[in-house]
């Protein structure tokens, strides 16, 4: 079982609706990452977090450490936001905070205008 | 330079040969990962440098796969006698290392065909 496991594989949008992606883990985290792969292949940072909600413009990404589980909402979504979205986690491993990511498989978003 | 590149861009090899992918991260970045991606999947860790030294080597699948950072600047990840299942995309990361704080910046990735 993979230690990352996200919701929906795929999912397609009118441009304008509210997305969410899901991210559910088993392990005990020092942080979790969502990541945007474009459709040409690069992968960004979009958000890092260790507890508690980020905004950066119409993105959103909630986490819940108790309930190991971590949201991306997109608000408005416009075909350009069409891409790949990656949540992965940093575990904490014998008092270890640095090192190693665990993926998720990714999010497949498409936006149609 | 401004991002992580990786070089070369795309790799064609025939069975059998080895091949070695080179890694250049952010300048001043501590930490080095070397990830391999498979078609429709996420990322799958192979191993980690913190300076030169090679800090977690578990992901690498065999002794085929090995990876250096000799000077705590460039890493290069070879890969000896290759095969088909070693065909996909192989991914460097770097980061300042700073913990908890610690933002990963990917390069462009090393197309990896195995014929």
């Known amino acids: 079982k993979n230690e990352v496991e996200q919701s929906p594989q795929n999912l397609t949008a009118q441009e304008g609706e509210f997305i969410t992606i899901n991210c559910s883990y088993s392990?005990?985290?020092?942080?979790l990452h969502w990541l945007q792969q474009h459709p040409g292949g690069g992968i960004v940072s979009l958000f890092m977090?260790?507890?508690g909600k980020k905004k950066h413009g119409r993105l959103i990404a909630t986490i819940n450490i108790q309930e190991k589980h971590s949201s991306l909402h997109i608000t408005a979504s416009h075909p350009r936001d069409s891409a790949v979205y990656i949540c992965?986690?940093?575990?904490?491993?014998?008092?270890?905070?640095?090192?190693?990511?665990?993926f998720g498989r990714g999010t497949q978003l498409t936006v149609w205008p | 330079g401004a991002g992580v590149s990786q070089s070369p861009r795309y790799k064609v090899t025939k069975r059998g040969q080895d091949v070695a992918l080179r890694c250049d991260p952010i300048?001043?970045?501590?930490?080095l990962y070397w990830y391999r991606q498979a078609l429709g999947q996420g990322p799958e860790f192979l191993t980690y440098?913190?300076?030169?030294?090679?800090?977690?080597k578990s992901g690498l699948p065999n002794d085929r796969f090995s990876a250096e950072r000799p000077e705590g600047s460039i890493s290069t990840l070879t890969i000896q006698r290759t095969e088909q299942r070693d065909s996909a995309m192989y991914r460097c990361?770097?980061?300042?290392?700073?913990?908890?704080?610690?933002?990963?910046?990917f390069g462009p990735g090393t197309r990896l065909t195995v014929l």
């Open positions: 990361a770097s980061s300042l290392g700073l913990g908890r704080a610690d933002t990963q910046y």
């Open positions: 392990v005990g985290i020092s942080a």
């Open positions: 977090l260790s507890s």
């Open positions: 992965a986690v940093r575990r904490r491993d014998r008092g270890s905070t640095l090192g190693r990511l665990y």
């Open positions: 300048s001043g970045h501590v930490s």
């Open positions: 440098f913190n300076y030169e030294a090679q800090q977690d």
